[in-house]
Structure formats: structure tokens, C-alpha cells
């Protein structure tokens, strides 16, 4: 008789147990490095080894060999090919070759049984190494954003690598790589945890993975939906596969029809073909799933725009005097000016490439979890930044995008600085171009608890002068020291958000949750001092926004520092958005704890 079906992995990675990832890993992680090294020895020694296949099954081509590399017979330094041939350690070195392939295997594999991760209500533990045990710990309430990337590559396989951004430097958690559904929906039952909210346990138990040792599962599998599992119950051969018919979340063998009846298998052409379809319906599914968010509140990008705004940005302008020097260089006979410029010219069109690429297939939008952004075409990526988790905003309008209207939108998030590599600076930027409209919208999924009141000010700090939206005024002394953009000088702040205008070349509106401002600073220098003018800084995180107001009156300095210090205050006391899932009533409870 048959007995209930035994899953074959886990459907929540969030139960507290320790869980492995994806077996690919080692292969994604290191294994490509090593590939690439191993061709490019083989490409560098692709003459000498055809020679040396020549002379051992063609003997009569051994003269002319020896003839060119006589003198290199016994320098192993030049010629360490010639050397093994020549010495008769051929046998030997094909063995050494075949050890260290074993010997990387087995890393892999030791690396990948070694690498294991759970997730808990309070924190995401990862312990990792073989000869050097760590063991990393990312708090829940400490998450700044979750990111999923797909290199291409990766997504061959069918997998992803899910990043946890935490506060604090170098203290981000990597599991690289997982299924890909497992990545998508670890991200959901992560950002759950971290919300305060708690969901009910399911009513079926699910059991471990099969062949889960020690109580770690792989990574790689999971339980098809609607398939509950009983605990210790395991299935017998010849057993049919119930609901096998769907999805894996690994991506391997998804769509994969199961075996009708008992001794039956499914065509190895047939789950092939059916693998090639799901990786293609993974390349071509957009990154936003639709079901996250209505159509009408997601921002896209034309393909038109993010080239024009990328050959219209600050890399155009080096890329003239690159060329101007390149072209100088030659026609004056300075050669040398080939070897110190080609290089930056190639790497400049090498950024505004990458540039253009990460932009395509762009959205923003709304979800119950945060702002989900998604990027790219071939590699892709997406990065969903909960609420109470964006500590400034800016929007920038370079001189060039002015006649087109387009602006770029940067964030200021807990553990991402502005020096950081330039994956993690590109996570900062929300919108890299855009119109007036999509900026409202944007800052309207960044900031909704004062969408309704931000939305007054934005046009008058985008690109309003004066006093116009009730901006404060910058005196026309302040011109000695900011004469072409004095008059756009201005603060305003409303529902606990501190609006600040400023720029003439490059136009710039920074807004601060004043509940995630970190101080406030008024500072005055001698030459202030005699215009009685002062300068305002508020101190948010590390990143690429800085929240200035370069000038103001002395007297409406001090007014706005003392007005803001308790703003402040007070929003950080009743700001409950970090548990943004929490009732109201467990959220109070939490913040009254964290007085306590």
C-alpha cells in the first residue's frame, strides 16, 4: 500500500530550522572564477600543447621542436610545458592536474555542506567555513532593505542571490544562491518577521527535506503547493506523486509532468523541455510581479529617455576632452597619449554602457512590504526598501536634463555610504531619470504617511524662487557667497518633513523625516559673521544626500534649528513605521519598550 507523499524540500525557510542553499552555489560563487582561470592558461598555452600533441603522436615533428625550444629545455621559468615533456613528467603532471581538480570538488562541496543559514523571529543567523568557523547575525529590526539579484548566469540555473542590508557597515547577510521562488519568498516571510506582524501557522506540518541531515534541509526544492506533508511519513516505491504536476521553487524540474501510475518515469525529453520553458518564462516575467501592485501606480522608463539622459549626463563632458585629447595626441605625433587615454576612454564608455543597461526594464512601485524597485535586462535585480527605512531624499536636475524636464531621485538608506562599491551606490538611486510627475510619485511611495502635504511643496522646490510654497527667503546679502543660486535658497517643513531648495547648476530639493534625523547643526564662519548669515546642516545616515541650507539669515537659522531639534523629537517618540505590520496597539507596546 501507499503511504502520504514525502515532500521533496521545505516550503518555509523561515521556520527556525538551519537550511542549506542551493547546490549550484559553490559553482556560481567561486567554481566560474576557476573555470575562467583554467582558460586562460589553456588559451595562453594553446600553440605550445598542439605542439606537444604533435610530437607525441607524430614523431617525426620532434626536430624542429626541439630545435625552436632547445635552449628553453631547462628553463622551467619560460617554458614549463616543454619542461614536464622534455623531463618525462607528463604522467605525473596529469595526476597533479586531476588531484587539484579533485581537491577543488571536494572545497566545493565541503563549502556548500558547511554554509548554512535559518531564520528566526528575532534575527537571520548564516554560520559559514570550513577551517574558520563564522557565524553572522542580522537582527530583524535592524533590516534595511532586501535585494535579489539574478546574474545571468544565475538565472541559468534557476537561482538568486538574496542580500539583507542591515544597518552598520560591512554588516549585510548574502545567501547566494537560493531557488529562485525560495528567494522571492524568503524575501516575503523576512519582511514579515521584520514588520512586527506575526501570521498564523499553517495547519499542516511540513516536514523536513528528504535526505536533510542534522536537521538542515537543501535549499534547492520545495514542496509543491497544496501538498501537505506529514511528519515521519515517508513515500513507498511505486507510490504516485501527487501534485507533482506543480511548480517547483527551485526552478528545477518545474512543470515537469509526473508519473501517472506505479514504474512509470517522465521522458528525459520531456522534463528537459519543460526546464527550457520555465527558464524562458523566467527570463521574459518582469520583476515586479503584477499582483504586488496596481499597473497604474508603477513607474517605468523609456528606452529613449535612459539613453538620451545618459549621453546627455556628466560623463558626456569627459568624454569630450578625452576625445579631444585622444585626436590632439595623434595628430601631433604623441603617441604616448594612446596608451594614458584609450584606457580611461574605454572605461568611460564601459560606465555609460552599464549605466544604460541596469536602467532598462526599470519599475517602481508600492507594496504592502515597502517600495519594490526592479532593474535590468539580462542580469536583473530587485531591491524592496520597507517603511520608516528612508532617512533622506533628493531630487537632482542636472544642467543638460533641464530642457527636457528630467530629473534623478537618491535616497539616503542606514548601511549603504556614499563611498560604497558600485553595486551597493546604485541600490541609493530610486529614479534614475524621470519627469516632475514621476517624481511626485515616487516621493509619494518614499515618504506616504505626509504623501498629501509633500506634495504642495514639490513643484515650488523643484523649481520655484523666493518664497513661492512657503519657503523660507534667503536675504540678497547672501548673493557675496551664493550669487547665481541664492534666490532658490530655502527651507520649508511640514507633517514632520523638512523640505530644503537649493542649486542653480544643479538643481536640488532634499526632504528629511525629521522622526530618522539623526541632529541638527547650525554653524557660522567669519565670513558669515560679518553678512550675519549662518549655515544649516541636518545629520541624517551615511549616503549621497546631504540635507544643507548653504545660507540663511542668522536670526532664521537659530528659529529653524530650535524648531526642528524638537519636531524631531517629538516625531521620533510617536513613529511607529519600522513595524509597519504590527497593530497599532503592538506597535505602541514595542516603542514603549524601547523607552523603557
Same mark, same amino acid.
Request: aromatic fraction near 0%.
Given at each position: 500500500m501507499s503511504g502520504p507523499v514525502r515532500p521533496q524540500g521545505v516550503v518555509n525557510l523561515a521556520d527556525g530550522e538551519w537550511h542549506r542553499l542551493h547546490p549550484a552555489s559553490p559553482l556560481l560563487r567561486g567554481g566560474l572564477v576557476f573555470i575562467a582561470v583554467i582558460g586562460f592558461i589553456i588559451a595562453n598555452l594553446r600553440e605550445r600543447v598542439i605542439e606537444i600533441f604533435l610530437a607525441i603522436f607524430a614523431p617525426e615533428s620532434t626536430a624542429p621542436i626541439d630545435a625552436e625550444y632547445g635552449e628553453w629545455q631547462q628553463d622551467w621559468a619560460n617554458d614549463p610545458v616543454g619542461g614536464i615533456v622534455v623531463n618525462g613528467l607528463v604522467g605525473w603532471a596529469l595526476l597533479a592536474l586531476a588531484a587539484v581538480i579533485i581537491a577543488v570538488v571536494i572545497g566545493f562541496w565541503l563549502s556548500w555542506r558547511m554554509h548554512t543559514f535559518r531564520v528566526t523571529p528575532e534575527a537571520v543567523e548564516v554560520r559559514s567555513g570550513i577551517l574558520f568557523r563564522s557565524h553572522r547575525s542580522a537582527r530583524l529590526d535592524r533590516i534595511q532593505g532586501i535585494n535579489v539579484n539574478r546574474p545571468l548566469f544565475a538565472r541559468l540555473f534557476g537561482t538568486a542571490k538574496l542580500e539583507i542590508s542591515v544597518a552598520g557597515q560591512s554588516a549585510n547577510v548574502q545567501l547566494a544562491y537560493l531557488g529562485s521562488a525560495l528567494a522571492d519568498a524568503l524575501r516575503a516571510d523576512v519582511l514579515r518577521l521584520a514588520s512586527g506582524a506575526r501570521a498564523e501557522r499553517a495547519q499542516g506540518a511540513v516536514a523536513p527535506a528528504a535526505g536533510a541531515v542534522d536537521g538542515r534541509a537543501d535549499a534547492s526544492s520545495v514542496v509543491a503547493p497544496g501538498v501537505v506533508a506529514v511528519p515521519g511519513t515517508?513515500?513507498?516505491?511505486?507510490?504516485?506523486?501527487?501534485?507533482?504536476?506543480?511548480?517547483?521553487?527551485?526552478?528545477?524540474?518545474?512543470?515537469?509532468?509526473?508519473?501517472?501510475?506505479?514504474?512509470?518515469?517522465?521522458?528525459?525529453?520531456?522534463?528537459?523541455?519543460?526546464?527550457?520553458?520555465?527558464?524562458?518564462?523566467?527570463?521574459?516575467a518582469p520583476e515586479l510581479d503584477p499582483d504586488l501592485a496596481p499597473p497604474e501606480s508603477v513607474v517605468h522608463l523609456p528606452l529613449g529617455r535612459v539613453i538620451g539622459s545618459t549621453l546627455l549626463g556628466g560623463s558626456t563632458i569627459w568624454a569630450i576632452i578625452l576625445v579631444a585629447i585622444i585626436v590632439v595626441g595623434v595628430t601631433t605625433g604623441q603617441m604616448w597619449v594612446l596608451f594614458s587615454f584609450v584606457p580611461a576612454a574605454i572605461g568611460l564608455v564601459s560606465y555609460t554602457w552599464s549605466r544604460i543597461t541596469k536602467s532598462l526594464r526599470y519599475s517602481i512601485a508600492g507594496t504592502p512590504d515597502g517600495v519594490r524597485i526592479g532593474h535590468g535586462l539580462l542580469s536583473t535585480g530587485n531591491q524592496t526598501i520597507p517603511p520608516g527605512r528612508v532617512h533622506a531624499v533628493e531630487a537632482t536636475q542636472w544642467v543638460f536634463w533641464r530642457p527636457f524636464g528630467w530629473w534623478s531621485v537618491r535616497i539616503n538608506v542606514a548601511g549603504q555610504s556614499v563611498s560604497a562599491s558600485g553595486e551597493a551606490a546604485q541600490r541609493t538611486?530610486?529614479?534614475? /531619470? #524621470?519627469?516632475?510627475?514621476?517624481?511626485?510619485?515616487?516621493?509619494? &511611495?518614499? %515618504?506616504?504617511?505626509?504623501?498629501?502635504? =509633500?506634495? *504642495?511643496?514639490?513643484?515650488?522646490?523643484?523649481?520655484?524662487r523666493g518664497d513661492a510654497g512657503g519657503f523660507s527667503v534667503t536675504p540678497k546679502r547672501a548673493a557675496w557667497l551664493r550669487p547665481f543660486s541664492w534666490k532658490r535658497i530655502g527651507l520649508a517643513e511640514t507633517a514632520g518633513v523638512a523640505v530644503i531648495r537649493r542649486g542653480a547648476l544643479i538643481r536640488s530639493l532634499s526632504l528629511v523625516p525629521l522622526a530618522r534625523m539623526q541632529s541638527?547643526?547650525?554653524? /557660522? #564662519?567669519?565670513?558669515?559673521?560679518?553678512?550675519?548669515?549662518?549655515? &544649516?546642516? %541636518?545629520?541624517?545616515?551615511?549616503?549621497? =544626500?546631504? *540635507?544643507?541650507?548653504?545660507?540663511?539669515?542668522?536670526?532664521?537659522?537659530?528659529a529653524l534649528f530650535d524648531r526642528l531639534a524638537h519636531e524631531a523629537i517629538e516625531r521620533a517618540a510617536i513613529d511607529t513605521s519600522h513595524h509597519w505590520g504590527a497593530s497599532p496597539a503592538a506597535a505602541n507596546e514595542t516603542e514603549s519598550l524601547h523607552v523603557d
Open positions: 515517508a513515500q513507498e516505491p511505486g507510490a504516485p506523486a501527487a501534485a507533482a504536476d506543480a511548480p517547483a521553487a527551485d526552478g528545477t524540474g518545474a512543470g515537469v509532468p509526473a508519473a501517472g501510475a506505479a514504474g512509470q518515469r517522465t521522458p528525459v525529453s520531456a522534463r528537459a523541455g519543460a526546464l527550457v520553458t520555465q527558464r524562458v518564462d523566467e527570463f521574459l538611486i530610486v529614479l534614475p /531619470v #524621470g519627469t516632475a510627475a514621476d517624481v511626485h510619485r515616487v516621493l509619494a &511611495l518614499l %515618504l506616504p504617511d505626509a504623501a498629501a502635504e =509633500v506634495e *504642495a511643496l514639490v513643484d515650488a522646490g523643484l523649481v520655484g541638527v547643526a547650525v554653524s /557660522v #564662519g567669519p565670513i558669515e559673521r560679518a553678512l550675519d548669515l549662518a549655515t &544649516l546642516r %541636518l545629520h541624517t545616515v551615511t549616503g549621497p =544626500v546631504s *540635507a544643507l541650507l548653504p545660507v540663511a539669515d542668522r536670526t532664521v537659522a537659530a
